[in-house]
């Protein structure tokens, strides 16, 4: 079995070449629209156990690498009015590297049958569009396919086992069958893949960080949802 960890929206840079773009964009870009606050730290503190991770520090607002190639989000409202030659050099310089970078891990395992775990981390804010988010932790999974959903239970009840008053939802605060890079892995890999979402709300931050207590929690579940304590 092997541990697959990626964040994809660890930061919010912009390279001076696009930056012009985002003139009077600095609130825009510091909000979890620009990039998921916490989830690099939380990814930093959780890849030592792990066989393989990805992450990116590129504002999700350039190209999002979450999203399929055909998705109307792949590019924000400052980049989609650029004329297709300069959106595909955002593709090729941006999002195919991370995105094949990733793939190609993951064809090398299944390609020797090995069992593969894929946690994407990321944070959601906790108030969107009036609607008040109270759960603490969102596990995403397809609940079509039977190993995510076992896993996905799995990592709840050692979560709950070691806090029993985190509140962790399942497909919560989004549907893990929606597109994003998972997804698209499942695709590709009908066997040998197993992917799941992790999103934590950022409510919890302290001076951009997620609490340790809560880092444990998270860090020690997974490992007992694995068998790897």
Known sequence: MKLLLTCEHGGNKVPSTYRSLFTGADEVLRSHRGWDPGALGLFELLKADADAHFHSTTSRLLVELNRSPHHPALFSRFTRSLPV?????????????????VE??????????????????????????GEVRTLDIGLLYDPMRRTEKQWAERWREAMLAIDGTVEVRMNKPYLGKADGFPTHLRKLHRAHY???????????????????DLVT?????????????
């Not at 030659?85 to 995105?99: A, D, F, G, S, V």
């Not at 299944?110 to 959601?124: I, L, P």
Request: charged share 30%.
């Open 194 to 212: 197993t992917g799941i979402e992790l999103e934590v709300n950022q409510g919890h931050l302290v001076n951009g960080k997620f609490p340790k």
């Open 104 to 129: 190609e891990q993951v064809s090398k395992w299944t390609a020797k049958r090995e069992a593969v775990m894929h946690v994407a981390v990321h944070s959601f804010t906790p108030v969107l569009n």
């Open 217 to 229: 929690l998270v860090r020690e579940s997974l490992r007992r949802s694995l068998s790897r304590t």
């Open 85 to 101: 030659p300069e959106r595909k050099k955002l593709l090729e310089r941006y999002y195919m590297p991370y995105r094949s970078a």
